[in-house]
């Protein structure tokens, strides 16, 4: 299922965030001061300390967030380039193929780094470029069964087996971190919570009479900045923050030779 903020585009998350804090901020001042003409209590003096408090956690949580999403953008961009190494190998132990099978095997791993990258171009085609790969392994498997009678006790032919094996495998380890997202329960929680202390904050001015315009402004900057990062980091196929796929880039250029 979607992630709720792939609804909107990365700098619209960035300017709603910073109208969502400013509103909750404005609306805890507001209380705060109808809540000082119904009453005759003054400022509690736990209440900076519960204001601080909030914004700790708010921090803490945002910390936590960042190292899930750019844990994830890490593994992907390395699964880029064990994939790379993995098709590599196994076109290279291809040529060791009898014929027809080398040049039928070697010609399917050059399609193969095509459709792999055809979503890097055009993210809608990531489901195409699944099903393509899959047929591509059953067709490379195929051989694999049509020569394994006659070639069983050939090493060379174990290598290639290896190598094709360990090229599905990371293709299903690739297909699975583009699905890992960090869970959108997660980053809505994180979300009111921010909100709240937002609102804690506006409430807290209200008892001075008056509000740091350009504090606030730079302290909503930076919680903008750093959700939108969040998202950022957490969208495999768009956003500011790409895996490089120089990796598979190269081994194109290189088979296509």
């Not at 490379?140 to 009678?149: F, R």
């Not at 699975?176 to 904050?201: K, Q």
């Amino acid at each position: 299922m979607p992630n709720p903020y792939d609804l909107v585009p990365i700098w619209t998350v960035f300017l709603i965030t910073i109208a969502l804090a400013l509103l909750a901020s404005e609306l805890g001042y507001r209380l705060g001061t109808w809540w000082q003409k119904r009453t005759t209590q003054t400022k509690d003096p736990s209440l900076g300390a519960m204001v601080g408090a909030s914004l700790g956690l708010v921090a803490f949580l945002l910390a936590f967030v960042t190292g899930i999403s750019e844990g994830r953008y890490d593994r992907r961009r390395a699964l880029v380039l064990q994939e790379a190494n993995a098709i590599g190998t196994t076109e290279l132990r291809a040529r060791y193929l009898p014929k027809p099978f080398a040049g039928e095997s070697r010609a399917l791993l050059r399609e193969y780094v095509d459709v792999r990258l055809a979503p890097t171009v055009d993210p809608s085609t990531l489901n195409a470029s699944i099903i393509r790969s899959e047929q591509i392994h059953a067709e490379l498997w195929a051989d694999v069964q049509a020569l394994a009678p006659d070639l069983e006790s050939s090493p060379l032919f174990a290598l290639y087996v290896d190598a094709l094996n360990y090229m599905i495998d990371t293709h299903g380890e690739r297909s699975a971190a583009v699905t890992a997202r960090v869970p959108a329960t997660l980053l809505i929680v994180v979300y009111i919570i921010a909100l709240l202390a937002m609102t804690l904050v506006g409430f807290s001015n209200s008892y001075e009479q008056r509000r740091s315009g350009v504090a606030l402004i730079i302290f909503l900057l930076i919680f903008a900045t750093v959700f939108t990062l969040i998202i950022d980091l957490d969208r495999p196929s768009e956003g500011f923050l790409q895996v490089s796929q120089q990796p598979m880039l190269d081994l194109q250029k290189s088979l296509a030779k």
